[in-house]
């Protein structure tokens, strides 16, 4: 073991005690006026994992040189923050939100129950589900857009957000099981253990659609009661401010560049390229729009490349923990290792394991997504739904013992789903 990577772990963990304490850091910020800037920076939850990597980078340039510091930082693989950066933007664009609202909307009105109930059980499980197909930053980008008013607002109850938010994060980590293409930890084992979405559909996607189907029935039943209160206050999709209508060649555009960046997913020159293309529409017809969401982007994918930075400095522990355990205890090693590191960092390690039998592989591949909801670092899109939602908790922060909480119940039933069925 080098000294570099002693002190790579030394700084995750002192990462991830960061994380856990983000929420005390916003207290502060409220008892010191004088120091709030200081403290609401580091109780920014989204600049946790960039602010230590930083400090990884200098700490390897004292010890080892910069030039080795700087190798080490361009040696990373940054496609997946600009992609989530990029898609974050594009899905949360007024005419992409509008079309989904309409349709969600008019299905609603179908259901036998208020249509504030049926767009928060469509945002719970047909949103996540959708992500199989427009991946699952862009279905955590929308969910988080749509059910915002309704739930993650002033006048709910603080537990019942964290119990609605867990369900939110475990359903988008394995409502994207459908497709081989959508769930970062997919994406990673993908290609070297030859799984296509004809695999993840009848192995995985069949599962995780009932476990998303019952957790998402399970908390619109505990929340009905505190809808009809919303629906009565004017709370809702519905109450937006008059704008100019979107037409409906401006809306297919927006799903054009939404489709071209899910496409070219795994290219990062060409979709920040329809990016600035997108950028150049929406200037020229402003008045179809509104605010892009670019500051909660960047924090975001600032976030994820922070995590990347550090994250490739823990293989030398991590790996051999996957290693040594047996399928069964892999199930449940990786969805507790899943809530202190990425879980597309943990599938990928296992894709390094020569001779890893195909029951191992799927043990893997369960744990890492039943995990993804359990902390704001656990899946890729979480950190996105937290820069879009916190704003409706208390002190404008998420605590890290709320989150793990709430998203228990809905952890425990995925994991049934996936060892018992």
């Known amino acids: 073991m080098q000294t570099i990577q002693l002190v790579g772990a030394i700084l995750f963990g002192l990462a991830l005690l960061h994380t856990f304490a983000a929420k005390s850091f916003e207290v502060l910020s409220h008892r010191h006026p004088r120091h709030a800037g200081l403290f609401h920076l580091l109780g920014e939850v989204e600049v946790v994992f ?16 910069g030039q080795a510091a700087i190798a080490y930082a361009e040696s990373r693989q940054y496609t997946e923050p600009l992609f989530v950066f990029v898609v974050m933007v594009v899905a949360a664009s007024r005419p ?4 989904m609202q309409r349709v969600l909307l008019a299905l609603a009105k179908l259901m036998p129950v208020s249509s504030e109930l049926a767009l928060v059980w469509f945002g719970m499980a047909l949103v996540p589900l959708a992500g199989s197909l427009i991946t699952e930053p862009a ?20 537990w019942l957000k964290y119990a609605a938010l867990g369900v939110l994060f475990v359903n988008i980590s394995i409502g994207g099981l459908l497709t081989a293409y959508a769930a970062p930890p997919v994406l990673m084992v993908a290609a070297t253990w030859n799984w296509d979405s004809a695999f993840m559909a009848s192995q995985f996607g ?3 659609t009932l476990a998303v189907l019952v957790n998402a029935t399970a908390i619109s039943f505990v929340l009905r ?5 919303a629906a ?38 060409l979709f920040l390229g329809v990016f600035m293309l997108f950028l150049g529409f929406t200037t020229a017809y ?4 509104n605010p892009l969401i670019i500051k909660e982007g960047l924090l975001v994918g600032f976030f994820l490349a922070g995590l990347v930075v ?76 937290v820069a879009l939602l916190r704003r409706g908790f208390h002190d404008q922060s998420i605590g890290t013992v709320g989150l793990l909480a709430g998203a228990l119940a809905p952890t425990a039933l995925a994991a049934l789903a996936f060892l018992l069925l």
């Open 50 to 65: 960039g602010f230590w990597a930083f400090v990884l980078i200098i700490a390897m340039a004292l010890l080892n040189g």
């Open 96 to 99: 992409v939100l509008d079309i």
């Open 139 to 158: 279905a955590m980008t929308l969910a988080a857009l749509m059910l915002a008013p309704l739930i993650f607002r002033d006048g709910m109850p603080e």
């Open 206 to 208: 069949w599962k995780a």
């Open 225 to 229: 009661k505190h809808l009809r209160a």
């Open 232 to 269: 009565d206050a004017g709370v809702g999709a519905n109450n937006a401010p008059a704008a100019a209508p979107v037409p409906l060649m401006v809306t297919l555009i927006h799903l054009g560049f939404l489709a071209a960046v899910v496409v070219l997913g795994h290219h990062p020159v």
């Open 286 to 289: 402003q008045r179809y729009q």
């Open 310 to 385: 550090l994250g490739g400095m823990q293989q030398w522990w991590l790996q051999p923990i996957v290693e040594s355990l047996s399928p069964l205890a892999l199930f449940f090693g990786a969805m507790s290792l899943t809530a202190i590191t990425d879980n597309a960092a943990l599938t990928y390690l296992g894709s390094l394991i020569d001779g890893m039998s195909a029951h191992a592989q799927y043990m893997l591949m369960a744990g890492a997504v039943t995990g993804g909801g359990l902390t704001v670092i656990a899946n890729a899109p979480n950190p996105a739904g």
